[in-house]
């Protein structure tokens, strides 16, 4: 809008000023050399507009042709870098869905005419990555991280391959060296954590995670966990070393993470030897409030030394009122009454578990058999249905299962991975099978099985069979006993029939029997089959019917223009 009412402004300033000049009397003389010029002022200003308007396009045209080889590579230029970005764009999506040799031909193309620009290295390593060549991955990604614009990433494409390669110095090398250059890297600061959870560098572990912090890489709960669990481990290990530190170390971090279990376990222990019942027992109430753990039912116990086991047997029954129905509190209140000798009490106390026992609840039961009576057949039992029984919850990290608690994971490195729970393979199945075979081959298998007849099915009660009629065997859909009748015991089927029944795949219709006719012969649970059902075979006699005979010329008749000519009578 506004360059419309600007260009009228103009074209009536211009009209406007033609206007003046046209009014303007007089005459302009010019005299140059031997040439002289005589003219009005009008066709002055006429002439003298149409030479600078010719002196303008002189310069245009002239200025064109100077930069014309210019701009002739600058488009070089440009498509080249089209082509290159077409290139990326489809050798990235090649490498989404999974085409090594799209992916490499792309790479090369854009290696040609994009040499410069990162997509293109990013490229060209992710090709390599998809084809396996890990030298020619490695290469790329140390170009790239040659360059300030690509070198985080060049750096976390090094380190991936330097653990590919099972090389963990130079993983934990290049994982510092990012961390130095960014801070707030995620996977530098968790790659770094755990090489040195691994290393057991505790100092460094905690440097980092307070850098963690800093950074806004984890929240101040998430600090306060962690921070914790590292304390621990350093507690841990400086337990036999310098207890006076592990102490410190450990009461720091119950602070923190007061229901992490080990630092429980621990700090009670500290505080039992220090003659801080009182204390001792608020830590291991608090951790087993949360997740009751039989460590902390032990440390609860022998918090006070010296005591009975009928007074730990009444702190084993205080501890597990605090969560009642867990199956925790149990195991410790029936461990407790085994020491004290109250099997009774111990009975009680497993008697709601007993159904579906774990392993150590059945190995429980058997202690309690063997110690109360001496019933080593009853404690046998037991042992061996503790075999069978479910597992019960251990440590476990990503599928690893461990005998004590650790700080990391050995898979994967994670920090506070371990988790009092039940192993993932030794959940239960919801399946009794993997392939359930189908009636069909049942019966196929029936029919191998069954080796003797039938036998004769006993008639109703208060009816007779007819005469020489065989009732037919029972459905085996049926699973339901026999009723007996009033006063009758109820006879064992012989072993023999119990092995051998099998569903068959046909019934015998007894019901259109009729007095004084013969039942047919059952019909066979399974007909042989000559061929196989898919296979439609070749028939011995060709068909005679009316529609068999095959159209078309006989078969001594020849062809080309010979059988034309015979056909017409030639």
Request: proline share 8%; aromatic share 6%.
């Amino acid at each position: 809008m506004y360059r419309i009412i600007l260009f009228l402004l103009l074209i009536a300033l211009a009209a406007a000023g033609a206007a003046w000049i046209a009014d303007q009397p007089g005459d302009v003389a010019l005299s140059w050399g031997g040439w002289r010029v005589h003219t009005t002022i009008p066709v002055f200003a006429l002439a003298f507009g149409v030479a600078i308007v010719t002196a303008m396009l002189l310069w245009g045209i002239v200025r064109g042709l100077w930069r014309l080889p210019e701009q002739i590579r600058r488009n070089q230029r440009e498509r080249r870098r089209a082509r290159g970005r077409h290139a990326i764009t489809h050798g990235l999506l090649a490498i989404g869905h999974g085409d090594p040799s799209a992916a490499r031909m792309h790479a090369d193309v854009a290696r040609r005419h994009a040499a410069e620009d990162p997509l293109s290295l990013l490229l060209h390593a992710q090709s390599a990555q998809l084809e396996g060549d890990r030298h020619a991955a490695r290469e790329a990604f140390q170009a790239m991280a040659e360059r300030q614009d690509t070198r985080p990433l060049g750096l976390r494409g090094l380190f991936i391959e330097a653990q590919r390669a099972d090389d963990p110095l130079a993983a934990v090398s290049i994982a510092e060296e990012a961390l130095k250059l960014s801070p707030s890297s995620t996977w530098a600061s968790h790659a770094v954590l755990g090489f040195r959870c691994a290393s057991a560098d505790w100092s460094g572990a905690l440097a980092i995670l307070d850098n963690n912090l800093a950074s806004g890489l984890i929240d101040k709960p998430t600090y306060r966990r962690q921070r914790g669990v590292l304390l621990t481990a350093r507690a841990l290990e400086l337990e036999t070393v310098d207890r006076d530190a592990s102490r410190d170390n450990v009461m720091e971090a119950v602070k923190l993470a007061p229901t992490l279990v080990p630092a429980a376990v621990l700090a009670a222990k500290y505080q039992s030897e220090a003659h801080q019942t009182r204390r001792a027992m608020r830590i291991v109430e608090a951790a087993w409030l949360a997740h009751p753990h039989p460590d902390l039912a032990d440390a609860y116990a022998h918090v006070r030394l010296g005591d009975s086991a009928r007074q730990r047997l009444v702190r084993m029954e205080t501890l597990a009122a605090k969560a009642p129905g867990h199956p925790e509190s149990a195991l410790a209140v029936a461990r407790a009454a085994v020491d004290a000798s109250e099997f009774a009490r111990a009975r009680e106390a497993l008697a709601p578990l007993t159904e579906a026992p774990t392993q150590r609840v059945a190995m429980l039961m058997a202690e309690i058999e063997r110690t109360e009576h001496g019933d080593s057949g009853k404690a046998r039992a037991w042992t061996l249905r503790a075999v069978r029984a479910r597992h019960d919850p251990v440590w476990t990290a990503d599928g690893y299962v461990s005998e004590r608690w650790r700080p990391v994971s050995p898979v994967s490195g994670r920090l506070d991975a371990f988790q009092w729970q039940v192993p993932v393979s030794a959940l239960p199945s919801g399946k009794s099978g993997a392939i359930e075979s189908s009636p069909f081959e049942q019966a196929m298998l029936a029919t191998q099985r069954h080796l003797e007849p039938p036998h004769e099915a006993e008639p109703p009660h208060g009816a007779e069979p007819p005469h020489g009629a065989k009732a037919s065997p029972p459905a085996a859909q049926d699973n339901s006993p026999l009723k007996p009748a009033t006063g009758e015991a109820p006879s064992p089927p012989p072993a023999e029939a119990v092995a051998v029944a099998a569903p068959p795949l046909f019934r015998a219709r007894t019901e259109f029997a009729k007095t004084g006719e013969k039942t047919p012969p059952p019909i066979p649970p399974i007909i042989p089959i000559v061929r196989a059902p898919d296979d439609p075979g070749v028939d011995d006699e060709p068909d005679r019917g009316e529609f068999a005979e095959r159209a078309g010329t006989a078969e001594s008749q020849a062809g080309g223009w010979r059988g034309f000519w015979s056909r017409w009578g030639g």
